[in-house]
């Protein structure tokens, strides 16, 4: 078969090693976007990074009448919402399915609309993602909230008023939907149980930067005073931990030395803890980590994934294929998602002995229980991967492939790879800096 724009073919087993850039988070660069909304006047958002869940953002922005003009510096994004009261939104269902950004858009299209549709989601397929605190949050504030056949239509006929909200679980989104709807709310509106990620102390900095009053306190409250106007902000978006992390795995994973400029050390401290204790080495500098593997031999890790500060349930899928490698049995409890170790198949086509148990492993206690059951996955290591074709089937999972290919012995595709661009920026040019072994046809 040809080779398509969506494959690539690797030859394993060579070392990466050199520098690479990350840029401003996926998961901060779309809600800033979605921010500055809220103001009055123009918004200066620096260090965007150049991926597909960006562009959607913009195309969405830009269907509601923010005009997002690019400045000189590569990653600027002049965004002007002075038009969007005029805007018609004659396509938005065209983007169904393409991000779970649209979400975000509730609050401010209400506050300066008074009503929003909202197409269908898209995002990860890792398990159900309901938006259930979303919507009732909402409410609280006063939405109106009527599901259609192809998204959800809300309307305010009262205005947006403060609410005391407290979430079932520290989710980043329902805390994201919190804080862009309370900022302009009347009244105040106090949290409970919010999310900490850097990413959500980044958004609340761009909103302090705008004019909002928003204290964060102890033990995840988070208290807004709502004001009446928002002015536009300049920022520069955090770097991006999920993707230094995947880097870090891939230098570790080949036995290779990865520089990545941009990461620090404050917001990957749970990472680096296990980066160690894998067996792993890492410099930090003032401007960027290094990753490397010192030589001698992998150890078995048990991890449990988490939100903020606990280790990421991002950061799982690149790391397992270190795992592969360490002598002895390593076990990850996925408790963010139901269901994120699909990915571990191809791995097991690859050579790994991968064994996912769908509810758990009996007997085993966390420390904070979620639910009855929680996935886990037990690697035994070391198996020497093997080259075959497999397919990218979500975001990390295909980096984790990607990953794969490269210490595998001999020829792999990995086909589907348009999805790694939802979130990694010029990942073909980086793995070409990196003295990776491929052909790519853009
Ligand atoms: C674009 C973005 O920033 N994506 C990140 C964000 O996703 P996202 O914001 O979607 O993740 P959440 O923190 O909201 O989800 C955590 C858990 O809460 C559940 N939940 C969430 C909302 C809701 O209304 N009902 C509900 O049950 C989810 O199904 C999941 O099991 O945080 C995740 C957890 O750090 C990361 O893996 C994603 O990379
Ligand atoms: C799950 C992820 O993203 P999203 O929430 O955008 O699907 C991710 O970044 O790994």
Not at 202 to 219: H, S, T
Not at 344 to 373: C, H, S, W
Request: proline residues 5%; negative net charge.
């Amino acid at each position: 078969m040809g080779l398509t724009s969506d494959e690539i073919i690797i030859n394993g087993g060579r070392p990466l090693k050199g520098r690479i850039e990350v840029r401003g988070a996926k998961n901060l660069a779309t809600k800033a976007m979605v921010a500055a909304l809220l103001g009055q006047s123009t918004s200066l958002l620096r260090n965007v990074p150049n991926i597909s869940d960006v562009r959607v953002v913009a195309g969405l922005l830009a269907l509601h009448g923010v005009q997002i003009t690019k400045g000189d510096t590569p990653g600027d994004y002049y965004l002007d919402p002075s038009r969007v009261e005029s805007a018609h939104m004659a396509d938005i269902d065209a983007h169904a399915g393409s991000s779970r950004i649209p979400i975000l858009f509730c609050g401010p299209l209400l506050h300066r609309l008074g009503e929003a549709f909202i197409p269908d989601l898209g995002g990860c397929r890792i398990g159900d993602r309901p938006i259930d605190f979303h919507l009732d949050a909402l409410r609280k504030f006063g939405a109106v909230v009527e599901k259609l056949p192809s998204g959800i239509r809300m309307t305010a006929p009262n205005g947006l008023h403060g609410a005391d909200i407290e979430l079932p679980y520290p989710s980043v989104g329902a805390t994201e939907q919190v804080l862009l709807t309370s900022v302009l709310a009347e009244g105040t509106t106090e949290l409970k149980n919010a999310a900490i990620e850097p990413e959500i102390m980044d958004l609340i900095a761009i909103l302090q930067k705008m004019g909002a009053i928003i204290n964060v306190e102890p033990n995840r409250v988070i208290f807004i005073e709502g004001v009446e106007e928002l002015h536009g902000y300049k920022h520069s978006a955090i770097f991006d931990r999920n993707e230094a992390a995947s880097w870090a795995a891939a230098a570790l994973a080949t036995e290779g030395d990865i520089f990545v400029g941009g990461a620090r050390q404050e917001e990957m401290m749970t990472f680096l803890n296990i980066f160690r204790k894998v067996g792993g080495a890492f410099e930090i500098e003032d401007d960027g980590i290094r990753f490397y593997h010192p030589g001698g031999e992998l150890k078995p890790v048990v991890i449990e994934t988490d939100v903020h500060p606990g280790f990421m349930t991002d950061w799982q899928q690149p790391l397992v294929v270190a795992l592969t490698k360490a002598n002895g049995v390593s076990t990850i409890h996925e408790t963010v998602y139901e269901n994120r170790f699909g990915f571990t198949d191809a791995l097991n086509k690859m050579g790994a002995d991968i064994v996912v148990y769908k509810d758990g492993l009996e007997g085993y206690k966390r420390r904070v229980a979620r639910r009855d059951f929680e996935q886990a996955a037990v690697i035994t290591g070391p198996t020497p991967l093997k080259g075959a074709d497999v397919e990218v089937p979500d975001l990390r999972g295909g980096f984790s492939h990607l990953i794969a290919a490269l210490t595998a012995e001999g020829q792999s595709t990995v086909s589907n790879v348009g999805i790694i661009s939802r979130g990694y920026e010029d990942f073909i040019g980086k793995l070409r800096q990196l003295g990776a072994d491929f052909v790519f046809e853009a």
